[in-house]
């Protein structure tokens, strides 16, 4: 019987492929134990915010036209507004 290789990519589409089709199990030899985390959690803290349907929509298109998300430019007023306060 043919060893089984591990997939070389970075890619989370053709990851999920594999996986979907292969147990890990079947690759206990090529695992290793890593001394250090290999993801780290964020340190910034979830917040939500209840917009009207109207509002949101309006945040979601001046980010658009931005060409960033509507949480990146809500998080850019929330900063401005604080550094203004000091």
Same mark, same amino acid.
């Given at each position: 019987?043919?060893?089984?290789?591990?997939?070389?990519?970075?890619?989370?589409?053709?990851?999920?492929?594999?996986?979907?089709?292969?147990?890990?199990?079947?690759?206990? #030899?090529? $695992?290793?134990? @890593?001394?250090?985390?290999?993801? !780290?959690?964020?340190?910034?803290?979830?917040?939500? /915010?209840?917009?009207?349907? #109207?509002? $949101?929509q309006r @945040?979601?298109?001046?980010?658009? !036209?931005?060409?960033?998300?509507?949480?990146?430019? /809500?998080?850019?007023?929330?900063?401005?507004?604080?550094?203004?306060?000091?």
């Open positions: 019987m043919r060893a089984k290789k591990l997939p070389n990519t970075d890619s989370i589409q053709e990851l999920a492929k594999f996986w979907d089709t292969h147990d890990l199990t079947d690759f206990a #030899q090529a $695992l290793e134990e @890593v001394g250090e985390p290999v993801f !780290s959690r964020s340190k910034h803290a979830p917040l939500s /915010v209840d917009l009207p349907p #109207q509002e $949101l @945040v979601r298109r001046l980010a658009r !036209s931005k060409g960033v998300n509507e949480t990146t430019i /809500v998080r850019e007023w929330i900063l401005q507004r604080l550094h203004q306060s000091l």
